[in-house]
């Protein structure tokens, strides 16, 4: 059992009742590889920002869940080095998909966990996240619940349409299962294909597609029968067009990718919404700035020549997230 606490890891707690009480958004960015949490790490700790790590099974199926535990270790101290003494960072398991994986991640120092019930029907969704709250709470480590179903493609989870959350669960599955968060469904979707073209409309100017609106009445339904509950979004990004552009330019091809719009999400972060996850839109700059260097340079050949920019583009989102977007910069307890 390794504790959470001794690796300088916090949970998402604290964190969460400051966002919601300061009208702000944690960051919770996914990271696979070591140029990608080099860049969460430098931006949040640049910019002062607490910041959620998180880990989907299919990165620890990748990366090895020892070693991206170390990883996040080494952040904490990485973040120090870099001038913020006090760092919060979350290390949290992104759609837990049984008890035995909350456990084993609980048990090798995560500091939160996600238990997806999403898909199951209501009562088991209730049984199972309470069964990972019971755990889980043994150990003060945070458990975050979804009811409701997002569309999209996110590593193994998948589903075409989106259900959106029933305000009138929420009390009786936050009261049984005690879980910390929830995640809810109000239109925001995994992956960088967010919607149809046929569910846009489109942009007279520039010829580009707007998605619709997210369901803020849900939203607002939800936050009046729990006040004061941190709410989580998933699916989240924005698909900046400058980088599909730049990938598609270079050789790439993602037609008609869409996201949230970056003024729906700085109006959630402003409401109970605490909790903003974004993947995506760190691939997007990865990619296009991989791309780029690889067509403009095609003789390069040393690693370090591509994934420093792409680290480099990785960090400038993060950043912009965090000031532009989320409203989490300058927010950690300690600024020292
Ligand atoms: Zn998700």
Do not use: W
């Not at 640049?46 to 990883?71: C, D, E, F, H, W």
């Not at 330019?249 to 996850?277: D, H, M, T, Y």
Request: contains cysteine.
């Amino acid at each position: 059992m390794i504790d959470y606490k001794k690796l300088g890891l916090v949970n998402t707690r604290e964190m969460f009742k400051r966002a919601i009480n300061g009208g702000y958004a944690i960051p919770a960015f996914n990271f696979n590889n070591m140029e990608q949490l080099q860049a969460i790490i430098k931006a949040a700790a640049t910019k002062k920002s607490p910041v959620i790590l998180q880990v989907s099974k299919g990165a620890r199926q990748y990366a090895n869940q020892t070693l991206l535990r170390y990883m996040a270790e080494g952040a904490v101290e990485y973040a120090k080095e870099l001038g913020c003494n006090h760092p919060e960072i979350a290390l949290h398991l992104d759609h837990g998909d049984s008890f035995e994986t909350c456990k084993s991640c609980i048990d090798m120092g995560f500091s939160s966990v996600m238990i997806d019930g999403s898909a199951l029907p209501y009562e088991e969704n209730v049984a199972l996240t309470k069964k990972v709250v019971d755990y889980a709470h043994q150990y003060d480590v945070t458990v975050e619940g979804e009811l409701g179903v997002l569309a999209g493609v996110e590593d193994e989870v998948s589903h075409a349409e989106s259900h959106y959350t029933k305000p009138e669960e929420v009390i009786d599955f936050a009261t049984r299962t005690g879980c910390d968060s929830l995640a809810i469904s109000i239109g925001t979707s995994h992956g960088a294909y967010k919607f149809t073209p046929e569910q846009c409309t489109r942009d007279p100017q520039t010829g580009r597609l707007v998605p619709p609106p997210l369901a803020f009445d849900v939203l607002d339904a939800v936050m009046e029968k729990l006040p004061g509950f941190p709410i989580v979004l998933h699916g989240s990004s924005s698909v900046p067009q400058e980088e599909v552009d730049t990938i598609n330019k270079f050789g790439g091809k993602l037609p008609n990718a869409v996201g949230i719009p970056e003024e729906q999400l700085r109006k959630a972060a402003k409401s109970a919404v605490c909790k903003i996850n974004i993947d995506s839109d760190s691939r997007l700059a990865m990619t296009a700035a991989v791309r780029r260097v690889f067509a403009e340079k095609p003789g390069e050949f040393d690693p370090r020549k591509y994934l420093g920019p792409a680290r480099d583009n990785m960090q400038k989102l993060y950043e912009h997230k965090i000031v532009d977007v989320l409203g989490s910069e300058n927010k950690l307890a300690n600024l020292d």
